[in-house]
């Protein structure tokens, strides 16, 4: 199929990509978002801290975000993107499962990240609601909650820690792993009366939604209100390393100021790149990123010379 061909192409269809290209709209640039329709927070109950929408449920925020970008003329693509080369430096193609191609002098890599899941029965039928992986957004719903964490090393302990700002009434279980926690670490956790538990865990019990508890293999059951799981991240898809960007040691974009990768011409937005893994941080990233590239986009003929 022959490409269409755009200003600029926007892969990920969540706030960051969705701001971003509200406002290369804007600019009266034409656009398309490419999204997979597989959000990372697709089932929470709400997010929060997001001014204006405090508690609206992601499928609501992205339904609002691509009304107003269709109204400004950005055209969305539902599908997944296999592949993403550099033709030109110039030119980039942004090849779908489909077979159908997409082609734009600049590309935005709105993709995210995903959870790595720990293997407990019962834990997805809770997700979203009273299971969680971000204390900042959803540590104010858990104040006076008994609180079990699931991780090991200094991941899970500093899950731990932030959640103290809201509940003492915490356990972190290692789900039989090593705690891989150093000594001064454990001292500290046990100054603060949170306990660490090695065994592994039998399953989660749960009633529409709502945890009521952890079942361990030894036969221990702890009383639960809500499960945070700190286990690990890994980026959506690999456009990034196909294209040749450089990585952290996590797997997300490296960024300057104007959220412009190392490839010229490539840039990322939200969770993919290293910042708070918020939504409105995310969007707000991606408005950053769109007045970058709207700026590269001008000819020279009319820009203020230096």
Same mark, same amino acid.
């Given at each position: 199929?022959?490409?269409?061909?755009?200003?600029?192409?926007?892969?990920?269809?969540?706030?960051?990509?969705?701001?971003?290209?509200?406002?290369? /709209?804007?600019?009266?640039?034409?656009?398309?978002?490419?999204?997979?329709?597989?959000?990372?927070?697709?089932?929470?109950?709400?997010?929060?801290?997001?001014?204006?929408? =405090?508690?609206?449920?992601?499928?609501?925020?992205?339904?609002?975000?691509?009304?107003?970008?269709?109204?400004?003329? $950005?055209?969305?693509?539902?599908?997944?993107?296999?592949?993403? *080369? @550099?033709?030109?430096?110039?030119?980039?193609?942004?090849?779908?499962?489909?077979?159908?191609? *997409?082609? /734009?002098?600049? *590309?935005?890599?709105?993709?995210?990240?995903?959870?790595?899941? &720990? @293997?407990?029965? %019962?834990? !997805? +039928?809770?997700?979203?609601?009273?299971?969680?992986?971000?204390?900042?957004?959803?540590?104010?719903?858990?104040?006076?909650?008994?609180?079990?964490?699931?991780?090991?090393?200094?991941?899970?302990?500093?899950?731990?820690?932030?959640?103290?700002?809201?509940?003492? +009434? *915490?356990?972190?279980?290692? @789900?039989?792993?090593?705690?891989?926690?150093? =000594?001064?670490?454990?001292? =500290?956790?046990?100054?603060?009366?949170?306990?660490?538990? !090695?065994?592994?865990?039998?399953?989660?019990?749960?009633?529409?939604?709502?945890?009521?508890? $952890?079942?361990?293999?030894?036969?221990?059951?702890? !009383?639960?209100?809500?499960?945070?799981?700190?286990? %690990? +991240?890994?980026?959506?898809?690999?456009?990034?390393? +196909?294209?040749?960007?450089?990585?952290?040691?996590?797997?997300?974009?490296?960024?300057?100021?104007? @959220?412009?990768?190392?490839?010229?011409?490539?840039?990322?937005?939200?969770?993919?790149?290293?910042? &708070?893994?918020?939504?409105?941080?995310?969007?707000?990233? %991606?408005? $950053?990123?769109?007045?970058?590239?709207?700026?590269?986009?001008?000819?020279?003929?009319?820009?203020? &010379?230096?």
């Amino acid at each position: 199929m022959p490409a269409k061909r755009y200003d600029i192409a926007v892969v990920g269809g969540g706030p960051a990509g969705l701001s971003a290209a509200l406002w290369l /709209a804007r600019y009266l640039h034409k656009v398309v978002v490419v999204d997979s329709g597989d959000p990372r927070n697709w089932e929470t109950r709400g997010i929060n801290g997001y001014l204006g929408h =405090q508690g609206i449920r992601s499928p609501d925020l992205r339904a609002i975000g691509r009304s107003e970008c269709a109204e400004y003329g $950005v055209e969305f693509v539902g599908g997944i993107v296999d592949e993403a *080369i @550099n033709e030109t430096g110039e030119l980039f193609a942004v090849c779908l499962r489909d077979g159908s191609t *997409i082609e /734009a002098p600049r *590309i935005l890599l709105a993709i995210g990240l995903k959870d790595v899941w &720990p @293997n407990i029965p %019962g834990l !997805d +039928q809770c997700y979203g609601e009273t299971v969680h992986v971000c204390p900042d957004c959803d540590g104010y719903e858990t104040r006076d909650k008994k609180t079990v964490v699931v991780g090991t090393g200094r991941k899970a302990v500093g899950m731990a820690l932030a959640l103290t700002t809201w509940t003492r +009434q *915490i356990v972190i279980c290692t @789900n039989g792993e090593p705690p891989d926690m150093e =000594q001064e670490v454990l001292d =500290q956790l046990k100054a603060l009366n949170i306990p660490v538990l !090695d065994g592994p865990i039998r399953c989660v019990v749960s009633k529409d939604r709502e945890i009521s508890g $952890v079942e361990l293999e030894d036969g221990m059951s702890l !009383d639960c209100e809500r499960l945070y799981f700190a286990i %690990g +991240q890994y980026p959506s898809d690999d456009l990034g390393a +196909q294209l040749g960007c450089e990585r952290d040691q996590l797997g997300r974009l490296v960024i300057d100021e104007h @959220n412009h990768t190392s490839v010229k011409n490539v840039y990322a937005a939200g969770d993919i790149a290293h910042a &708070p893994q918020l939504a409105i941080v995310a969007a707000s990233s %991606g408005a $950053v990123a769109a007045m970058a590239i709207h700026a590269s986009l001008i000819p020279e003929t009319r820009k203020l &010379p230096d």
